[in-house]
């Protein structure tokens, strides 16, 4: 396979995945503009040869859709799937002994391999000769969004125990001193945090390479969530087909195969405020505090080439990741978490806030009634494990004399809602965790999570129109059915949460006394009804990216039964909060620049919007 990433590009540009674009884009905007466009036309990857302001071509779209993100890795895709596989279950080895004998040499073939110096034609440079891209318009700076954050355990180093993360790097803009600081966003719990806090701890600053660039499978297994004892770098080299080649410099971990290395120093309790940042919920993560890293040296190889991607509301090329992901890790979840059929966090909804899940109901097979059980056991074990813990939202379901996917969203929602016992089957978890990047809770990482779980015999008939009684609302325009059993109505913006509770109370009061709405289990107040009721994705990104359940889902008839809280219809508030995150607005006039690129005679024309 490829030894860099100039081989991956020729690779592609010769079977027709690639178009280079010759005129002179500026990274401010214009680049991020041209990416969005072409990856939603399903178009190529984008080699960018004169980036305005620095002498380093730069690529995009590499990943742009799961067919390019397979054919990249096509000569040791299924090798790598085998050893993953047999790392969430070794019995098959002992099983199948000689049918897996090549796993093992692939696996052993691929162990990081170490030499000394630097490797030639690296060159020391600086961070202002990079191409400084600025995604959104109100992004603080320029951003990596392809890093490869490479770190070491302070009580084992070495690089079988070492991490490579993405967690994105913010390049110049605010209080930054530019060439010397750049700014890192990560939390603590991640593997830089663990290593972080070991450092701290001893009084020693943590030493960092950030690679950018080199074989695409360096880029991907810094996503990988991979089996315990399965090191990154190793994941790297079998997917690569070929070893992770480093060395040391000053103490700082070299990648003999990226395009670009930042080398640099974490000290203890050195912040600055970064952000914000466009990010893949859709809105801007805002300024915090993060870890400061102060800049030692800076080395591109001979023929470098800047990888970058942009982020905003899905899908965009990072969901490509995710499809490769889920593919390559399987059936990974079933193993660790027993009686789970298929999680599926929803891309649409900014992949956190969401999940869809089948589990197993098997401890209530004599009841007549059938309900819940063994659900909110697997729930929580979802809950709990990894970046699924992260989750808002969790729909669960257990399948019962009919197949099911997750995967089929509206479908899915629709079986859960016909089956749903709104007075029994709504468990909330309060004052806990939610994703950094996401606005809606009480504070940074503060917020709540709520479990919908339905099994049993159908309960209802969803409503496929909007019932009257919810035409004549006091306050309320324009209601729209959103799909079968849900309803989102038109409500006004407010200005606190006070003032919020006391309008969905005389809501609540208002459907409740008009009759019954029992066949539209839910019912979304939000800031435009024909927006959230367009489409699907519309759907799930409004109601799952702009509420925490704990202070914004309410009840017709709602009450607490020995502290649980059951109603007849539920209401979810998914308007704008004051305390929100603005969403991602392109610049108006860069993307009229843009446009002359997807004009007829333009090298991306076929792409164009009338396409």
């Not at 309060?430 to 994703?435: E, Y």
């Not at 035409?471 to 324009?478: A, H, M, Q, R």
């Amino acid at each position: 396979m490829y030894k860099n990433l100039e081989e991956c590009i020729l690779d592609l540009e010769k079977h027709g995945h690639l178009v280079r674009i010759k005129e002179e884009v500026d990274p401010y905007l214009e680049m991020a503009s041209i990416h969005l466009k072409v990856y939603e036309a399903g178009g190529p990857a984008l080699l960018f040869e004169n980036v305005k302001g620095s002498e380093f071509p730069a690529v995009s779209n590499l990943f742009g859709t799961l067919e390019r993100s397979k054919f990249i890795f096509r000569k040791t895709w299924n090798s790598t799937q085998n050893v993953v596989a047999l790392r969430n279950d070794p019995v098959k080895a002992l099983k199948n002994p000689f049918q897996h004998a090549r796993t093992g040499l692939a696996a052993s073939k691929a162990l990081p391999k170490k030499s000394s110096g630097l490797p030639g034609g690296f060159k020391e440079i600086s961070i202002s000769d990079l191409p400084l891209i600025q995604h959104w318009p109100n992004d603080g700076g320029a951003f990596v969004t392809l890093p490869q954050v490479y770190s070491e355990d302070a009580d084992k180093p070495g690089i079988m125990n070492a991490n490579l993360g993405m967690y994105r790097v913010q390049l110049s803009g605010n209080d930054y001193e530019l060439d010397k600081e750049i700014g890192l966003h990560y939390q603590i719990h991640r593997g830089i945090g663990v290593h972080q806090a070991k450092a701290n701890k001893k009084g020693e600053p943590l030493k960092v390479s950030i690679f950018i660039g080199g074989p695409p499978s360096h880029t991907l297994s810094a996503v990988m969530p991979l089996p315990e004892g399965l090191s990154e770098m190793t994941f790297a080299g079998m997917l690569a087909g070929r070893r992770f080649r480093y060395s040391y410099k000053n103490g700082y971990c070299i990648s003999h195969d990226a395009d670009f290395v930042i080398t640099g120093e974490i000290h203890p309790d050195e912040t600055k405020p970064e952000g914000p940042f466009g990010d893949h919920l859709g809105y801007y993560s805002l300024t915090h505090e993060f870890p400061l890293m102060r800049v030692h040296k800076v080395y591109a190889r001979e023929n470098a080439v800047w990888p970058f991607t942009v982020v905003g509301r899905p899908p965009q090329e990072d969901t490509s990741f995710g499809d490769l992901i889920h593919e390559l890790t399987g059936d990974a979840i079933k193993q660790e978490i027993p009686g789970v059929k298929e999680v599926h966090a929803v891309d649409a909804a900014g992949v956190h806030p969401l999940l869809l899940a089948i589990g197993s109901e098997r401890y209530t097979p004599y009841q007549k009634v059938k309900q819940p059980a063994e659900l909110l056991t697997i729930a929580n074990r979802i809950l709990g494990t990894g970046q699924l813990s992260l989750a808002k939202y969790l729909f669960i379901t257990a399948e019962d004399e009919q197949p099911l996917d997750t995967h089929n969203e509206a479908a899915f929602f629709q079986y859960i809602l016909e089956r749903i016992d709104l007075q029994r089957d709504i468990h909330f978890q309060t004052n806990t965790t939610i994703d950094t990047l996401d606005y809606s809770g009480t504070g940074l990482n503060t917020g709540s999570k709520v479990i919908f779980a339905a099994y049993g015999d159908k309960k209802r008939e969803l409503c496929k129109e909007v019932p009257e009684t919810l035409k004549k609302l006091p306050e309320i325009k324009n209601p729209r059915l959103v799909m079968p059993g849900v309803i989102a109505l038109q409500g006004g913006s407010f200005s606190s949460y006070e003032q919020a509770q006391e309008e969905l109370k005389a809501l609540s009061t208002a459907i409740g006394k008009k009759g019954d709405a029992g066949s539209c289990p839910v019912i979304l107040l939000c800031d435009d009804s024909d927006f959230v009721s367009e489409t699907m994705a519309n759907f799930v990104w409004v109601t799952f990216t702009r509420s925490n359940p704990s202070h914004d889902i309410y009840g017709v008839n709602s009450g607490y039964e020995n502290k649980h809280w059951g109603c007849d219809s539920m209401i979810i508030d998914v308007r704008i909060k004051p305390h929100h995150a603005p969403p991602l607005i392109a610049d108006e006039k860069v993307d009229e620049s843009t446009k002359r690129f997807f004009a007829p005679g333009g090298v991306l024309a076929e792409y164009g919007a009338d396409k």
